[in-house]
């Protein structure tokens, strides 16, 4: 059963549900990384933690796989809002300075509980690169900005700096935007096409993993950690885009679009959450080498990604996007309303 035309109603309102559902599954995926580096960063888990199993797991299937998902997400939406800014009264560059220099804002004070945090990196690369992309000529855009982006990753994993793949991963995405790539994951045309990739890259990532299960001391090689985790991002991608088409479309919907439409609110109360909850797992004492601590681990995730899904989707019901978003998207688009004013349509001669 194919569920894509189920989908068209969320375009035609410029809402790409297979696009939310993929930023809910980022977040879901970011959350227990969060957790884990923030504890140990508040002295509620020891450093042995490293040392586990289930760090492995987490290290194999999470860490790595999330953030290059959100930096092609980023870019996508940036791609999205310049091409929605040239047709109306707001000069488009002002507005993706504004979307970036609104990350800016939030990540500066966030980077206080998170060190490392996302939101900082996104807003500045987006001031220094994304923004710039846009002098180039509409037509020669999209290839060279997928070009360049190709460059970035190539060059990040050479000199095995992260911070050069994020950039070519937004670039990549930006590209992406510009083409509407969106649109074409939810038409029917494009399930051949991503079935194939889910395929390959699933089954490249498999063997890639199980490589670094087999053989542990490969992981200390970061090009080689560093593809397999690109490479099972993609599939994670293609996975979701596939199952959106299947009878687990509205399980999948149920279970992520609420957290991808409010993506930037729960990433931001994630953070306030684990702060809080370091108090309370600091004083349970975990053993860092049994399964206690995992256990604990587990079921505070589900835990609180039930609670925001419900708390976001309650919300939704009265209000069309997430607290933050709406503030987001109305400084964004400089409008009380945070929508863009449309260009008039010049009067004809007659």
Known sequence: MDHAGSLQSSTSSRRFV??????????AGIFPLNSVAIWITAGAIPVEV???????????????????????????????????GRDTRVRPRAALARRAGFL???????QLFAPGEALLIYGLSGLIFLLPSTLLPRRRAAPVLGLVGLIGIV???????????LIGLQLAGFALGILGAAGRWESPSAGRAIMITG????AL??????????????????VLLTLV???????????????????????????????????LTCYLSATVLITFGAAAVRALAPDPQGL??????TAWVIGVLAIQNLGMRLWLRRFRRGPLEELWRRFTWWTRDGRPTPRPVPASVS
């Open 292 to 297: 206690g601590t995992w256990l604990g681990l």
């Open 50 to 84: 490293f040392q586990t199993a289930g760090w492995t797991g987490l290290r194999l299937f999470f860490q790595g796989h999330f953030l290059p998902l959100f930096s092609l997400l980023f870019g996508l939406s940036f791609g999205m809002v310049w091409r929605a």
């Open 205 to 222: 990532a498999l063997a890639g993993a199980t490589l670094l299960v087999l053989r542990p001391e490969l992981q200390a090689s970061y």
């Open 199 to 202: 395929v390959s890259t699933g």
């Open 229 to 263: 985790q690109l490479v099972m991002a993609a599939g994670y991608v293609a996975l979701v885009l596939g199952l959106m088409r299947t009878r687990l479309a509205p399980a999948l919907v149920a279970a992520f679009e609420p957290l991808g439409r409010t993506a």
């Open 18 to 27: 297979s696009l939310d559902v993929l930023r809910g599954v980022a977040i």
């Open 155 to 165: 060059a990040g994993l050479a000199i095995e700096a992260q911070l050069f793949t």
């Open 104 to 110: 800016v804002i939030l990540g500066l004070p966030h």
